[in-house]
């Protein structure tokens, strides 16, 4: 898994980006505007967007007992994002301060429907009991879940936008500019485009992984620290919706994973080598095999042949030599001398753009290639 720090001036600007698009959205969808919308001709605020609440209100006759429980449930959902600061934390918090925010939300529409629901609906005496075994139905967690994916709507709204819209998955990964998978570091997941007269065009990009899987956790699906661009292997055949715990495992946007980890060649009998994983802690073991890295990386064995003959035909004074010649050809940095002879990057902060290269390093200095100085 490759660290993406959330310092980093394209990682800000992607977030800013994605909270002013989102927060219209979701403002829209609770039947609201985002008054302070800073997107010039917005067209999510201007659209008519179907909101959340229509899908039931439209029923019509006298309002029976679950029909008033159902309608206050969903207002109750409503105020709770139209609450001052409630959609700047569901889409700006670190993913610690997510999954706080998404207990304390379940917790309160839970309280809130218990306490308010039978007082404000004129439920007679005898609705109560009904009432009150609405309101325990409603207010489990699978049917609160169930309600708010309805309302962040994630697969309709954001996963299958075009990126021709004023905001799509497309503006998201190109802007994060991730160019191979945060999991593995083994595949491309370049976000490219196809610029018509009229029209942009989708051609391919990374997926976004919810690092809290969204069938779990579907207030989460649009927040950006939830949104991994990952490959299509490890978004759908490995992660998938195994349920991530911060105690328990490692999260990209957090470094203690990048610093702790690492790859090693093991000789084992036959002549023959084995790639595994070396790490510190529990949790970082835990995420490694979580993320089946071990796995992934034992079909790149052909690879580690490749170093381990470059090491072999390589003096270290040849490479010397390699450097100071192609730095007299060019000007050349470290990392790009690095680049030219090992095809990997360097430096940790861009691991990300060649494949492999967290591997290869790791590899590298274990089989003690010269740093190139
Ligand atoms: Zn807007
Ligand atoms: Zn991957």
Redesign the pocket.
């Known amino acids: 898994m490759i660290y993406i720090d959330p310092e980093q001036a394209n990682i800000i600007e992607a977030r800013t980006i994605h909270y002013?698009?989102i927060?219209?959205y979701l403002l829209k969808k609770v039947g609201s505007?985002?008054k302070n919308?800073?997107?010039p001709n917005?067209?999510?605020?201007?659209n008519t967007l179907r909101g959340y609440k229509k899908t039931i209100s439209k029923k019509k006759g006298k309002k029976t007992v679950k029909t008033k429980v159902t309608f206050y449930f969903n207002k109750i959902i409503e105020d709770k994002i139209k609450e001052k600061g409630f959609i700047d934390k569901l889409l700006n918090s670190d993913p610690a301060s997510l999954a706080l925010l998404e207990k304390k939300t379940i917790d309160d529409l839970k309280n809130t429907m218990y306490s308010q629901v039978l007082s404000n609906n004129n439920i007679s005496p005898s609705g109560i009991c009904l009432a009150t075994f609405r309101i325990g139905k409603l207010t489990s967690i699978d049917d609160i879940n169930k309600e708010l994916e309805k309302l962040i709507n994630y697969e309709t709204w954001f996963k299958n936008k075009e990126p021709s819209y004023q905001y799509s998955p497309y503006h998201l990964a190109k802007k994060l500019d991730r160019r191979t998978c945060t999991y593995c570091n083994r595949l491309f997941t370049s976000t490219i485009t196809e610029h018509g007269d009229k029209k942009v065009s989708k051609v391919t990009r990374p997926q976004f992984d919810h690092w809290f899987p969204k069938s779990k956790h579907p207030l989460l699906a649009l927040s950006f620290y939830n949104l991994i661009p990952s490959c299509s292997v490890c978004n759908s055949n490995i992660k998938g919706s195994i349920d991530m715990d911060l105690d328990i495992h490692h999260h990209p946007y957090y470094s203690e994973f990048c610093n702790d980890f690492g790859f090693s060649i093991k000789h084992i009998p036959k002549n023959m080598i084995k790639v595994i994983t070396v790490g510190g802690t529990q949790k970082t073991k835990d995420t490694a095999k979580q993320l089946k890295l071990e796995e992934l990386y034992s079909a790149h064995i052909p690879e580690v042949k490749d170093l381990i003959n470059l090491r072999k035909s390589y003096s270290d004074i040849y490479i010397k030599c390699l450097a100071t010649y192609l730095n007299k050809i060019k000007k050349l940095s470290e990392s790009e001398i690095h680049r030219i002879i090992f095809n990997v990057e360097s430096k940790k902060e861009d691991y990300h753009k060649v494949p492999l290269s967290k591997f290869k390093n790791d590899i590298l200095k274990e089989l003690g290639v010269i740093e190139i100085k």
């Open positions: 002013n698009n927060k219209c505007i985002n919308c800073k997107i917005c067209k999510i605020c201007a």
